[in-house]
């Protein structure tokens, strides 16, 4: 059954000059790739990702923590994107000026075709030295868990933004530049629970955009946005971009 979208919807879609999209984790969702807030699984379900993905945790446990993240690489090289990340990729081609950006670190989105990801919060494919803070790409396999950095013999880290670290300044000045910028900002499969991406659908509100939230679930900021879709990304998005952009 084909659902209606809001015909003034389709129709601020169809007139939009720059259109920018943040996802989160529910976009991979459907790609079976655990949200953040999910329940972990098997192995993994007595940690809270929360208590994990912080600079405290690899310092108490380094072992731990680059094995998570292992586990991690592993489940999103087994994944494949789904139809909400074909989706934005084609978004590309629809309208004037994309700015896609991204909280998640799997490369989804750029393995689905997009290009010029905004990554707010680093890739688990990249991993960098603790003590030179440059990205490492290659070492040698002696059994050290984590790998030691090839130069200085200091650990690897996961190259990610963990809580109470800053972002790539890059990143988010080019993601804050967009929702200043933008006449419709999408936010889609995010708690909109974690700062700074958490403002940017705030700003672009501010800024006088069009806020449209995709979510299964209602967030905390479903009440100021200025429409609320509810549902899985990778059934909605098709479905609206079809709606508003008939072949
Ligand atoms: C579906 C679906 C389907 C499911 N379809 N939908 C202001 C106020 C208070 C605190 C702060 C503040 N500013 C900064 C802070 C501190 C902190 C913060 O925000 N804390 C909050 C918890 C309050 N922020 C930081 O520390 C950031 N750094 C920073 O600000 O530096 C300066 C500073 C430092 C200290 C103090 C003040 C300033 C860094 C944040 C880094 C976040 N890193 C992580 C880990 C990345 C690496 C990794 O993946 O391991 O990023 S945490 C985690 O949360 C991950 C995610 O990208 C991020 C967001 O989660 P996301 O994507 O929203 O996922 P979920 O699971 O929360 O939600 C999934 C959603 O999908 C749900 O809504 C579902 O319903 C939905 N869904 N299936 C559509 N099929």
């Known amino acids: 059954m084909i659902r209606e979208f809001d015909s003034a919807l389709l129709v601020t879609l169809r007139n939009a000059r720059h259109v920018a999209v943040l ?34 945790a690899f ?28 989706a934005i990729a084609r978004l590309a081609r629809l309208v004037p000026r ?19 990801v905004i990554e707010l919060h680093g890739n688990i494919h990249r991993s960098r030295c603790v003590r030179e803070n440059r990205l490492v790409d290659d070492w040698q396999d002696v059994g050290d868990v984590p790998p ?9 880290r996961p190259d990610v933004v ?9 990143a988010l000045e080019q993601a804050e530049r967009a929702a200043h910028d933008c006449d419709v900002f999408f ?12 403002q940017l659908p705030l700003t672009a509100r501010d800024a006088g955009a069009t806020v449209i939230e995709v979510n299964k679930d209602p967030t905390r900021i479903s009440g100021a946005v200025t429409y609320s879709l ?8 098709p479905r609206l971009f079809a709606a508003a952009w008939p072949t």
Not at 59 to 85: M, S, T
Not at 148 to 156: E, F, K, Q, V
Not at 187 to 198: D, E, I, L
């Open 59 to 86: 310092d108490r446990d380094p072992k731990l923590v680059w094995e998570w993240y292992a586990w991690r690489r592993d489940v999103v090289a087994r994944a494949a994107p789904n139809p909400g990340h074909a």
């Open 230 to 237: 509810r549902g899985a990304s990778g059934d909605i998005l």
């Open 187 to 198: 936010c889609v499969g995010t708690s909109a629970a974690v700062y700074p991406a958490a």
């Open 98 to 116: 994309l700015t896609l950006v991204t909280q998640n670190v799997d490369g989804l989105h750029q393995r689905a075709g997009s290009s010029d």
């Open 23 to 56: 996802t989160g984790a529910g976009v991979s969702a459907e790609s079976g790739i655990p949200t953040f807030r999910d329940a972990q699984t098997g192995l993994w379900s007595r940690f809270r990702p929360e208590e994990l993905a912080t600079s405290e």
């Open 148 to 156: 030691r950095c090839p130069r200085c013999g200091a650990y690897l």
């Open 162 to 170: 963990w809580f109470g670290e800053m972002l790539p300044a890059p």
